[in-house]
């Protein structure tokens, strides 16, 4: 059984802006902007997918083997890790929800991360960081230490 990942929510939050994704990870203040096949995986592991079932839809929409895509999707989803965007879950895949390309398929380029840390300071100064939980605006309840 292939390994299903999550984002890290609600610590990490992502966007969407035309073909790029930018994701935040709250508890860093580093960015990322992910493009291309990247923004398809990024989907598939917010739908539920598993590993195995991302590879099969990537190689349907790409133009290469199916080993070669799993090799870079895998460095790319450790990258990911790494960040502590993504975190393994023990739930099962999402039912259905994965469509396969129909259409003429694209040369295949490894997805890549870019990492952004210029706005560090000022990310982690937000008042974001003194919520509980169930996210914003729910603050964390005074500690009387």
Do not use: C
């Amino acid at each position: 059984m292939s390994p299903i990942y999550r984002v890290d929510e609600p610590k990490v939050i992502s966007e969407t802006f035309e073909n790029e994704i930018v994701a935040i990870n709250f508890d860093s203040g580093s960015y990322y902007g992910m493009r291309k096949a990247a923004v398809v995986i990024w989907g598939l592991l917010k739908q539920g997918a598993s590993a195995e079932t991302m590879v099969r839809h990537l190689a349907s929409r790409y133009d290469a083997e199916p080993a070669v895509i799993a090799e870079s999707m895998d460095r790319f989803l450790t990258r990911l890790r790494e960040q502590e965007l993504i975190v393994e879950t023990e739930a099962e895949e999402a039912a259905g929800g994965t469509e396969y390309a129909q259409n003429a398929r694209r040369p295949w380029e490894p997805p890549e991360l870019s990492i952004y840390e210029d706005m560090k300071d000022l990310l982690l100064l937000d008042p974001i960081h003194e919520v509980d939980e169930t996210g914003w605006p729910a603050r964390k309840p005074e500690s009387n230490e």
